[in-house]
């Protein structure tokens, strides 16, 4: 349900299986051929997925992490390449089964990297390899100081906070005795945190055996869970101080609160310094069950105390700011994405992009301040594009695509290094010339083809807007993507496509398993609505979900899929099904309950289906109080809450009467598997055609690859079986 999932999704290259089990298999490069010019799950899965990547320092080359799949021994590799920044001479670096990750670059000519744990470096054409820390393989993730004399590298330490160590004379015993709320995330129990520890480095780039614990002897996570990485972290200029993000929380008090701050870390005498809260602060006490979302927008304590999540700092390069990404208010984790820049000097806080009525999803800083102060990317009507914004708080918008910006990062004073995607292309390396004077010379130049010899063997899909009347006379930003070779004289089965968050974009996102290419290719049309609740229309649309889950928003899907149903002829509206994974799988539930018989099938994904038990299965109970507005068990409710409860979808069984596939992974705990048995069984005891796709394996996402795999092809039967 995390709105922080489509751009985590998007840029996912997880290893799967044990690190001792991949290196057992080099997977490389697929080249697989496509029967049919259609794209199918297999030749989804035979793509190469760019990852991390870097500039050098001179910005001549650029570094980069693939992984590759083999479906076949069930497994991935990840690997690392280089090229040249006018998108020639491209090598790929790694030559053994052991995956190579966290490309980054020592000086122009060296690279370091992880493999096995540890942190390595080679030069530039792969050869003098050379083995820098000695940790028994604990590596986690590093980011070298800029004068390269330290390195912060993150390491897993035990925590016993929450679940109590077993018995010393138990050693075989499975139990768990849990003492407090977080004892899960995600999907594993809480039983290691990680800490950032600062280490030596010599002159010959040898790192020292043992390193200084930045938190040393404190409970709490740096980067936080359950998606946090190395850029929760940067150092300065000087390479003296090291900003981090940390919520200063466990167990009941984390799980209620998203209230997280950046933290100044001296590495010379060993001091810290909160950035976000005044030192004489006094957190007010929070009632668990009790939502916190009537706090005042804009409300001069939030700002100056920044109560909100509050995440990745970066340092301006003349050392004299840092900024970060910050949102308001305690306990909603779809706020407004701010930018919010610090003056070292004197602690004043300015928010640069409050013109900017949407998420800034990623920055950096520019290197030439004439035009720009800092580049971000941001959503704004179904697109992420690149902005810039100055001291007066000015954005100029830089590009206007039909694409998604996944990152941004400087390549030189005039160029920056972007990722890009959409629905018809998987990610790939841009550089970025932007215009300020005229937006439509900015140019974007593709510097690498990952998929080239696959893309070029398939038939694209079309991809239209539609601006779609809604029941209270609003306007609502459609995305319709056409089959490919399509014949309007034809009449398409159509897909309602749902979306998850439940604030989330329906931006031109790529997916390896909601794929709209696929889809499509399938010879099916997508209706993608950006109904309300979405991000890109102002912070008004995004928040009328909040409290009303069954309320406009499921209005806005119904006149999406009947403005296409009765005004598009080549949809055939007696062939309709409706699909969705989490907020979205809810929706397919609800929807099976109130749609009139408008749809013939229906797939949900991980979906909650009981709220009532949603509200205390999940792990992060923020989440639950915001959208909930109360526990269901307080009897002096809100009437958002009291609403909230009795629109749960299993209390409309009595009306379902449409075949449904319900999908769920069992270390899923955010949406707990229960929710997607419970809608199957259901489904089943009123004698409705239904299957339940389990996997015991898989989180809140499907991984694996046979996995994956498995989920298209089941996908696909129950739509074909019901549409076609």
């Not at 080249?31 to 297999?42: A, D, L, Q, S």
Request: hydrophobic content about 35%.
């Amino acid at each position: 349900m995390n709105k922080l999932l489509t751009l985590v999704v998007l840029g996912l290259t997880l290893c799967t299986g044990s690190t001792k089990a991949q290196n057992e298999v080099n997977i490389g490069k697929q080249n697989i051929k496509v029967e049919n010019r259609r794209m199918t799950p297999e030749a989804l899965w035979a793509m190469g997925r760019i990852g991390g990547h870097a500039a050098s320092p001179d910005g001549k080359h650029i570094v980069y992490q693939v992984g590759y799949y083999s479906v076949k021994a069930n497994k991935s590799h990840q690997v690392i390449c280089v090229i040249d920044a006018n998108g020639k001479n491209k090598r790929q670096l790694t030559t053994s089964a052991k995956n190579e990750t966290d490309p980054t670059w020592l000086d122009n000519e060296t690279i370091a990297f992880t493999t096995g744990g540890e942190i390595w470096q080679m030069k530039l054409d792969g050869s003098e390899r050379k083995q820098l820390s000695n940790t028994d393989g604990s590596v986690e993730g590093f980011k070298f100081s800029p004068d390269k004399k330290k390195v912060i590298i993150l390491k897993s330490i035990p925590f016993n906070d929450i679940i109590q160590k077993n018995p010393e004379d138990l050693p075989k015993a499975t139990g768990r005795l849990v003492t407090d709320l977080m004892y899960r995330h995600w999907d594993h129990y809480v039983e290691t945190i990680q800490h950032p520890f600062v280490f030596s480095v010599d002159d010959g780039s040898a790192i020292a055996p043992t390193g200084k614990d930045i938190l040393e002897g404190q409970p709490f996570e740096c980067p936080m869970e359950p998606f946090g990485g190395m850029e929760q972290l940067d150092w300065s200029t000087d390479s003296r101080f090291i900003a981090y993000t940390c919520r200063t929380k466990t167990g009941r008090e984390y799980s209620i609160s998203t209230d997280s701050d950046i933290f100044l870390y001296d590495t010379e005498n060993g001091t810290t310094k909160n950035l976000c809260k005044p030192a004489d602060y006094k957190e007010p006490a929070i009632e668990a069950t009790k939502t916190m979302k009537y706090q005042a927008v804009n409300a001069p304590e939030n700002l100056k105390n920044n109560v909100g999540y509050d995440q990745n700092p970066k340092f301006s390069p003349d050392g004299k700011y840092v900024a970060w990404l910050s949102m308001e208010r305690n306990g909603y984790e779809a706020d407004r994405l701010r930018l919010c820049c610090y003056d070292l000097q004197t602690g004043k806080k300015s928010y640069l992009t409050e013109s900017f009525d949407s998420n800034v999803d990623d920055f950096c800083w520019s290197n030439n301040q004439k035009d720009a102060v800092i580049y971000y990317i941001g959503v704004w009507h179904g697109t992420e594009n690149l902005y810039a914004v100055n001291w007066k708080g000015e954005v100029k918008q830089l590009t206007d695509t039909w694409h998604d910006f996944g990152s941004v990062q400087i390549l030189n004073d005039k160029q920056l290094l972007m990722e890009r995607h959409s629905y018809t292309e998987p990610a790939d390396l841009y550089v970025v010339t932007p215009n300020f004077k005229n937006v439509e010379k900015t140019t974007a130049t593709q510097i690498t083809h990952e998929n080239k010899h696959i893309l070029e063997q398939l038939d694209k899909p079309k991809v239209q807007q539609r601006w779609v009347k809604t029941s209270d006379g609003k306007q609502m930003l459609t995305w319709i993507i056409l089959p490919p070779n399509f014949d309007e004289n034809k009449k398409y089965p159509t897909l309602l496509f749902c979306e998850g968050g439940p604030q989330s974009p329906v931006s031109q996102f790529w997916s390896y398993r909601w794929n709209f290419f696929i889809m499509a290719s399938q010879g099916y049309i997508i209706v993608a609505p950006n109904r309300r609740g979405l991000p890109g229309f102002g912070q008004e649309w995004l928040e009328e979900i909040s409290g009303d889950w069954t309320g406009q928003c499921m209005r806005d899907y119904l006149a999406a899929i009947d403005d296409a149903a009765n005004t598009l002829p080549y949809v055939d509206k007696d062939r309709l099904g409706a699909v969705g994974a989490s907020f979205g799988g809810f929706s397919v539930y609800y929807l099976a309950g109130h749609h009139d018989k408008r749809f013939k099938c229906f797939i949900a994904h991980d979906g909650a289906f009981n709220l009532e038990a949603m509200y205390t299965e999940t792990e992060e109970n923020w989440f639950s109080n915001w959208e909930y507005d109360d526990a269901y068990w307080n009897k002096d409710q809100t009437d958002n809450a009291r609403k909230t409860y009795e629109n749960s979808p299993h209390r409309f069984i009595d009306k379902w009467d449409t075949p449904i596939l319900c999908i769920h992974g069992e270390k899923d705990y955010r949406i707990n598997a229960t929710q997607g048995m419970s809608a199957f069984n259901a489904a089943r005891m009123k004698g409705i055609e239904a299957q339940l796709l389990i996997f015991p394996d898989e989180n809140h996402w499907v991984l694996k690859p046979q996995n994956g795999i498995l989920w298209q092809r089941t996908y696909f039967n129950w739509l074909d079986r019901w549409l076609k």
